[in-house]
């Protein structure tokens, strides 16, 4: 698939408007609120993985509504001094799987939350054990458009009020660091990432690629493809319930929540991302911080000639020697400092 969205020179400076309603800020005032009325942690109890340099605990806390969310946690066996956390959410579709199939960032030496996505994780991967017992409000099958016509009932207002709560829930795991908290995701995770750094005043870093979420009505009018596709094709049928859809999407708008957000932030696109389309993720990166009257660090890497699976290995990299600089810890942040496109 060719270049299919802005000239990279445009998405450089593109800064959409994005339309937020009214009470944007109030709606997740008051949504948190409700979450936050109890301790988060319900439960975390240590797995056996096979794996001799990583301890792992199955968690459950606390998120929307107070339903029971699953995760894993991990840390390197061994060291018992207080380490940096990294919140990791999975991609659309996904489950949190199976403890052993995302090391990464424990062997880089953090701690390790991988979040549950609740009433996901049938499509790839190795499943999930999350229910969602609030998804009962009309809406198509997938979880892009479960409860679609409305704000409150939509499945995203569930899913990211968990990511914020899973940030509170590691916060108290033993052996963590809670003021060096890092929230970290691809496609559906990078949105709930960015997410997180718009309703978490504290948060460290936040490192995010190819983001769902972003630009929401630019990327259904150019895309069929994934989440997006799942909506046009519900609207598709259900003719008359766009003006709906889109104010319910307005409350759930990745630019919205980035421009709230304070921590440093690590971005990554693939400029042939025909999932999400390259513009989102620039229109977030442009608009980043802008309401908060700071100027956090941040930087974007692009590439060219990659889709939705981006900068893969590269961007891992590239995200490993950035946060270690963002959390001021020893080394080399020289390494893949600039992407093929440069990097702001």
């Known amino acids: 698939m060719p270049a299919f969205d802005l000239p990279l020179t445009e998405l450089e400076c593109h800064r959409p408007d994005i339309e937020e309603p009214a009470d944007f800020d109030t709606f997740w005032r008051d949504t948190l609120k409700a979450a936050g009325e109890t301790d988060p942690v319900v ?59 995302r090391l990464t960032w424990v062997n880089a030496g953090y701690a390790h939350l991988l979040m549950d996505n609740r009433g996901q994780g049938d499509q790839y991967g190795c499943g999930g054990d999350t229910p969602d017992p609030h998804a009962v ?60 750094a718009g309703l978490v005043p504290d948060l460290t870093a936040v490192l995010v690629t190819a983001p769902l979420l972003c630009g929401i009505r630019r990327a259904l009018d150019l895309t069929d493809a994934g989440p997006y596709g799942e909506i046009a094709a519900y609207l598709s049928v259900h003719r008359g319930a766009e003006d709906a859809a889109c104010r319910t999407l307005s409350y759930v708008e990745g630019v919205s929540f980035a421009r709230r957000a304070q921590a440093p932030a690590h971005f990554g696109v693939g400029l042939r991302d025909t999932v999400c389309p390259p513009s989102g993720a620039y229109a977030a990166f442009n608009r980043y911080a802008e309401l908060t009257g700071t100027q956090p660090r941040k930087e974007i890497h692009a590439y060219p000639f990659n889709g939705h699976e981006g900068g893969e290995a590269v961007q891992v990299r590239r995200q490993l020697d950035w946060l270690r600089t963002a959390l001021d810890e020893p080394g080399d942040a020289g390494s893949g400092s600039r992407s093929p496109s440069g990097a702001r």
Do not use: K
């Not at 199955?58 to 107070?66: E, I, P, Q």
């Open 43 to 101: 439960s975390v109890r240590p797995v056996e993985t096979g794996l001799r340099l990583t301890r792992t605990w199955d968690v459950t806390f606390r998120g929307f509504a107070g339903d029971p969310v699953r995760a894993w946690f991990s840390r390197p066996a061994g060291g018992g001094e207080p380490l940096p956390a990294v919140v990791e959410f999975a991609g659309y579709g996904r489950g949190r799987g199976l403890p052993h199939e």
């Open 137 to 196: 409000a009309p809406g198509g099958p997938g979880p892009a458009v479960r409860g679609l016509l409305a704000a409150e009932d939509y499945h995203y207002r569930r899913l990211i009020t968990d990511a914020v709560r899973a940030v509170a829930a590691v916060r108290g795991l033993p052996g963590v660091d809670p003021a060096r908290t890092v929230a970290v995701g691809n496609s559906q995770g990078g949105g709930l990432a960015l997410a997180v």
